[in-house]
């Protein structure tokens, strides 16, 4: 299966709560971002006693000849900024107005800062699985930090500022049977400074690795389905330890050289349903539902959802979205099967 392919469905984990429906910041549900797999600073877990993870373990079996295979394997998470809106001062009856307009809770809302996610993806190809073997294979993620002003049209100035992450992931094997390889991957996230943070996730958030996964791919060996193994490999499946993951078999039914580890329990081979016009990062919604009520927001609320790049593209798509294309989206049956007697 092509990386494109599987990437697709890793970005539906991806961004899996990363701004949910009505996708404006003035929505009180929309403070926090409702995404998984959080990955956060060890100083600032182990001030915390450990509550909230530093770590994420991926174990999964391969099998094949050793000196044929070769793995490639990514990292994939949320890097988290905060967007700030400077707004121009107006001058009127010798006051400074920092805003123009009538004030309330929305209003307020939605010139607070907002939390942006930016993709962060790091790999290490063509491995040798019988260099793992022999050693373990650490490779580093680092992000500096950044700050970025645009200035818009209308005279504001839009600030992004992010914090800077690091930490590794932890790649060694273990040869448990005959032509059969427990591969495992650790990712830790050791980013600096983060211990005075107690109890303020909202900030340590973005120091933290958000909605991480990992893409696991093998040429010249298989996968084993920890789902559903064959007899023979059972008590090694049971013997692979997975936190806060869960490594899945993806691309067409039968094909074993590529699995999702991700922090949303899958099954074998997850799709993205075909009628689907695009993500709308709600996975627990049905997309015609989502579609209707976009349409039916207020050009206010609409105009904020233009604020954010990815609710922009949603609005822009739900908007263009034909009868036909609707028409899709409602009542779909997958699989039709004749109902036996005592069914």
């Known amino acids: 299966m092509k990386l494109e392919q599987v990437k697709e469905i890793a970005n539906a984990v991806l961004f899996e709560g990363y701004l949910l429906y009505p996708y404006r910041q003035s929505a009180l549900k929309n403070r926090t971002r409702w995404t998984f797999g959080a990955v956060y600073p060890q100083e600032y877990s182990a001030a915390n006693d450990g509550t909230e993870p530093w770590t994420m373990h991926t174990e999964c079996l391969i099998?094949?000849?050793?000196d044929a295979i070769a793995?490639?394997?990514?990292?994939?998470?949320?890097?988290?900024?905060?967007?700030?809106?400077?707004?121009?001062?107006t001058v009127a009856d010798n006051r400074v107005e920092p805003y123009a307009g009538e004030w309330g809770l929305a209003s307020r809302l939605a010139n607070e800062p907002l939390q942006e996610g930016i993709e962060r993806e790091v790999s290490a190809?063509?491995?040798?699985?019988?260099?793992?073997?022999?050693?373990?294979?650490?490779?580093?993620?680092?992000?500096?930090?950044?700050?970025?002003?645009?200035?818009?049209t209308n005279g504001t100035e839009i600030i992004r500022e992010q914090q800077a992450v690091a930490g590794a992931f932890i790649l060694?094997?273990?040869?448990?049977?005959?032509?059969?390889?427990?591969l495992s991957v650790q990712i830790e996230n050791t980013t600096p400074g983060t211990d005075i943070l107690t109890n303020r996730r909202d900030i340590v958030l973005l120091q933290s690795f958000v909605s991480t996964h990992t893409i696991l791919q093998v040429r010249q060996g298989s996968f084993i389905s920890l789902l559903e193994p064959a007899e023979e490999a059972q008590d090694f499946v049971k013997?692979?330890?997975?936190?806060?993951?869960?490594?899945?078999?993806?691309?067409?039914?039968?094909?074993?050289?590529?699995?999702?580890?991700?922090?949303?329990?899958?099954?074998?081979?997850?799709q993205i349903a075909p009628e689907s016009p695009g993500a709308l990062f709600d996975g627990s919604e049905i997309d015609e539902i989502l579609s209707l009520r976009i349409i039916t927001l207020s050009d206010?609320?609409?105009?904020?959802?233009?604020?954010?790049?990815?609710?922009?593209?949603?609005?822009?798509?739900?908007?263009?979205?034909?009868?036909?294309?609707?028409?899709?989206?409602?009542?779909?049956?997958?699989?039709?099967?004749?109902?036996r007697e005592g069914e």
């Open 63 to 66: 099998e094949g000849k050793l």
């Open 71 to 89: 793995l490639d394997v990514t990292v994939r998470f949320l890097h988290l900024l905060v967007r700030t809106v400077a707004q121009p001062e």
């Open 125 to 152: 190809l063509n491995l040798s699985l019988r260099d793992l073997l022999a050693e373990p294979r650490r490779v580093a993620i680092e992000f500096p930090a950044s700050r970025i002003v645009d200035n818009a």
């Open 172 to 182: 060694a094997a273990a040869q448990v049977d005959t032509n059969i390889y427990k």
């Open 239 to 270: 013997a692979c330890q997975n936190l806060r993951t869960w490594p899945v078999l993806v691309g067409n039914e039968g094909e074993r050289d590529t699995m999702l580890s991700s922090p949303i329990i899958l099954y074998d081979y997850p």
């Open 300 to 339: 206010d609320e609409k105009e904020q959802m233009r604020q954010d790049e990815r609710t922009r593209e949603i609005l822009e798509r739900t908007e263009a979205l034909t009868p036909e294309q609707f028409m899709k989206m409602h009542g779909t049956i997958r699989e039709l099967r004749p109902v």
